[in-house]
């Protein structure tokens, strides 16, 4: 399969953190969705995948082709939403509209103003009189109507209500319907993540610490919930983290299947990427 | 590119309700007297151009420039050039003003002193640019402007000082001598130091970390 998007071994330092040897594969026509909590290094990964910092080591090469050396080929296929990035607020969404189409040269105003439309933003408003939300919409409109194969998003849905995050959803899973398109997202709503995603890479600390497909993460790995004295009779070998509770124990595995074979514990239920968040972060072992 | 000179083009246009009713104190002000057009095409041009290198902040417009095909290069290139029209659509207003106000004050039209000064305020104003962009896009616009007025006082203080102790008739000999080519020498002068200035800026927005 074709890798849109790869990151190799990229390193960044400042003063109190460190990116250390990222690496992420990103295949044609897919969604990664990319977690961790704040200041692990989802946005500083994703500004080094845009060029927006630029003393960093290690190589990212956007279909095919390297990140500094051909820069404006692939920002022509990119779509890039960023966290509170955008269009001086005092333009409005026609004012857009005029700059872009000289900006790419894919431009579709038509479908511009379908988007407009479809997501109920005014034309002629300035950005600053529109909701946070709505602001959002017209990030995420903007980033999409000059056709582009690989869309970035900095927390999309961040700022949506229920509603407005379902169409947004819909509008990605259409996005890559044709398979030639793909999308990395960072997101703080891993509910999203569960329907959209088909890989989860999971930062902490400015290290990959877990690059899966969602199948493999919901499916096989699990949260076994036990007493301390059934805690005690597990094998380290065979559990990730665990957490203690007031209560009882968590304990993440990587295989319900054979975790179930081995031990006669009956409370192993799915893993949610919440949970997993938090017993990769705060869990010990 | 011709996306990003717009786009600064638009964010002024966004702001011409507030910049006519300006324009139309002052026009009353000249005709009153109580002050010189000449001031105005820096006073409007710098003011202008500043509201917009602070909306670009407040909005991180500098990030999201750089995502887009040739954001780095561009994005820059357009401020410049929005600049320049800018620069090219007031002095033509003011000159107008000028020539009109003149006239119906003095029924003369006193071209060499009318365009001296309408050259004389532009020079200043391309000299005002040309060191303030590097200083937006270096240290963003609020430091930027506290080191402008820094400089613009120190330099008058300084040039105080000097002109009292210092014997500066040779310069002024000088100066008088270029005088007499100054149809030349200030266009030059001005697209030089225009062109110096959008090169450092292209080098500093070229290495920027967002």
Redesign the interface.
């Known amino acids: 399969m074709e890798n849109i998007l790869e990151v190799n071994n990229l390193c960044k330092k400042y003063k109190g953190f460190e990116l250390q040897n990222v690496n992420i594969t990103l295949p044609k026509g897919m969604i990664m969705g990319f977690i961790g909590e704040n200041g692990a290094g989802k946005t500083t990964t994703i500004k080094a995948i845009l060029d927006l910092i630029r003393d960093y080591t290690g190589k990212i090469k956007l279909f095919g082709l390297d990140n500094r050396e051909d820069n404006k080929k692939i920002k022509e296929n990119i779509g890039a939403v960023l966290d509170d990035m955008f269009f001086p607020e005092i333009l409005t969404p026609n004012d857009i509209n005029n700059i872009m189409k000289d900006i790419y040269k894919n431009w579709d105003s038509k479908l511009y103003f379908k988007y407009l439309t479809d997501f109920s933003l005014p034309n002629n408003k300035a950005i600053k009189t529109l909701s946070k939300g709505m602001r959002k919409k017209l990030e995420i409109a903007t980033a999409i109507s000059h056709h582009p194969q690989l869309l970035i998003l900095d927390e999309p849905t961040s700022g949506l209500d229920p509603v407005a995050r379902n169409e947004v959803i819909d509008l990605f899973q259409s996005f890559i319907q044709n398979e030639e398109c793909s999308i990395f997202l960072s997101s703080h709503i891993t509910t999203d993540l569960e329907h959209i995603a088909d890989y989860i890479t999971f930062i902490n600390n400015g290290n990959i610490i877990l690059s899966k497909t969602r199948e493999e993460l919901l499916e096989d790995y699990g949260i076994v919930k036990c007493s301390k004295e059934e805690f005690e009779k597990i094998d380290e070998k065979d559990f990730i983290q665990y957490k203690k509770s007031k209560y009882e124990y968590e304990i993440l595995i990587e295989n319900r299947k054979v975790f179930n074979k081995k031990y006669d514990i009956d409370t192993i239920d799915k893993i949610t990427l919440e949970e997993l968040m938090v017993l990769m972060i705060k869990g010990e072992k | ?4 000179i ?2 600064d083009l ?2 002024i246009k ?2 011409i309700k507030i910049l006519a009713i300006l324009l139309l104190i002052y026009i009353v002000m000249a005709f009153q007297g109580q002050m010189d057009l000449s001031f105005l095409l820096p006073f409007m041009s710098v003011m202008i151009m500043m509201s ?1 290198f602070s ?2 902040t ?4 500098d ?2 420039a ?7 290069k ?1 994005s820059v290139r357009g401020k410049y050039i929005a600049t320049i029209i800018l620069i090219i659509v007031t002095t033509i207003i003011i000159t107008a003003l000028s020539f009109t106000i003149f006239y119906a004050k003095t029924k003369i039209i006193d071209f060499e002193n009318i365009i001296g000064t309408i050259l004389g305020s532009l020079f200043a104003t391309i000299l005002l640019q040309s060191f303030m962009y590097p200083a937006m896009y270096k240290f963003g616009p609020e430091k930027a402007r506290i080191g402008i007025f820094v400089v613009v006082f120190g330099v008058a203080i300084i040039g105080g000082f000097v002109t009292k102790y210092v014997d500066l008739s040779p310069m002024i000999k000088m100066l008088d001598s270029i005088g007499t080519y100054w149809m030349i020498v200030f266009p030059v002068t001005m697209i030089l130091m225009l062109y110096i200035s959008y090169k450092v800026s292209q080098r500093i927005y070229f ?1 920027k ?2």
């Open positions: 590119m011709l996306g990003f717009k786009k638009l964010m966004s702001n917009t909306y670009d407040f909005n991180k417009w990030a999201y750089i995502t887009l095909p040739n954001g780095r561009n290495k970390e967002i």
